[in-house]
């Protein structure tokens, strides 16, 4: 019995080390200067708590290898204190998928959310609860947490990350009685709400085959085949017109533009001149607000060339 028992706990362990959570969130929170000091630290307790909420919870059905995770940053800045324990401020979201054959990450979210505004007492743990809204700090931390594991499967399979933009929009529809602001859409064309909204509408089914067909279909074969990698990536982009011509202030649109408008300009830096010039007449159409990045790709060589293609690495 010992000895089945010894066993049992060799393989519980070596599963342990083996299998992990699914992400790795790298939280970071900047308390204004002019705040307490009792107030910055309390909110360095707030840094910890929203890591250990994050990183030790269960978000998927799916077992994870450590170096598998889904990585992620999220980086608050507290910029007021409302009341006792009631801060507000911005939130940048920041998420790279891993590019495969290559030791680059490709950029697919970095937005500043202007709409934070929760409360958070030190001595409490945080709480969620997907039936629902129990707390905006943890609604927001669970909000984005299933938008980027749903935006990092939606790049390995078509459609893959639906279950998870469910999940995220589930929060959304939860939070409609809340007083604080992001999760209604009368408040903006550009919050929470349309996030999760646009990502599930069937009219942007286009915006889902972009995801995969640029990652899996573009840049994971640019390693291999330069040429017929930056083939995909163009075909994505131009069928980024589409969703583009449905809605020319569509959030999903600035979003990708936002996240990969410097990624772009280095792709086609070694292009042929003729692929240059189609691309970047292109992304001028599209992606007008991006126009000093792309002017870029009309320059015949660059300082900053990617090697075999690929952009350069972190």
């Not at 970071?28 to 360095?44: A, G, T």
């Not at 030790?56 to 608050?76: G, M, P, Q, V």
Request: charged fraction near 25%; glycine fraction near 2%.
């Amino acid at each position: 019995m010992i000895r089945l028992l010894l066993t049992l706990s060799i393989l519980l362990t070596s599963f342990s080390v083996l299998y992990s959570q699914e992400v790795l969130c790298n939280i970071r929170v900047m308390p204004k200067n002019d705040l307490p000091i009792s107030d910055r630290q309390k909110l360095q307790t707030l840094q910890k708590s929203a890591r250990e909420f994050i990183n030790n919870r269960k978000w998927t059905n799916e077992l994870f290898k450590d170096e598998e995770r889904i990585e992620f940053n999220l980086s608050f800045n507290i910029l007021e204190k409302v009341s006792t324990d009631r801060y507000a401020g911005t939130l940048q979201v920041q998420f790279s998928r891993p590019v495969f054959n290559s030791s680059y990450y490709s950029p697919l979210l970095n937005y500043l959310d202007k709409e934070i505004e929760f409360d958070f007492i030190d001595t409490q743990p945080l709480d969620f609860n997907e039936n629902t809204h129990t707390s905006n700090l943890s609604a927001i931390l669970s909000f984005y947490t299933y938008i980027i594991i749903g935006l990092d499967y939606s790049t390995f399979s078509y459609n893959g990350g639906n279950m998870y933009f469910q999940k995220a929009k589930k929060i959304v529809e939860n939070a409609q009685s809340a007083t604080e602001n992001g999760w209604k859409a009368f408040e903006s064309n550009k919050n929470r709400y349309w996030l999760a909204e646009e990502l599930l509408d069937a009219k942007y089914s286009t915006f889902q085959s972009v995801l995969y067909s640029y990652h899996r279909s573009g840049l994971d074969l640019m390693h291999d085949d330069n040429e017929k990698g930056r083939g995909f990536v163009t075909e994505s982009i131009e069928n980024m017109r589409k969703v583009k011509q449905l809605n020319p202030t569509a959030f999903i649109l600035q979003l990708f533009f936002n996240a990969k408008a410097d990624e772009i300009a280095s792709i086609y830096s070694n292009a042929f001149q003729d692929e240059k010039n189609r691309v970047y007449k292109l992304l001028t159409q599209i992606d007008p607000a991006n126009i000093n990045k792309y002017n870029k790709i009309k320059e015949q060589s660059s300082n900053n060339a990617p090697i075999n293609g690929m952009p350069n690495s972190k």
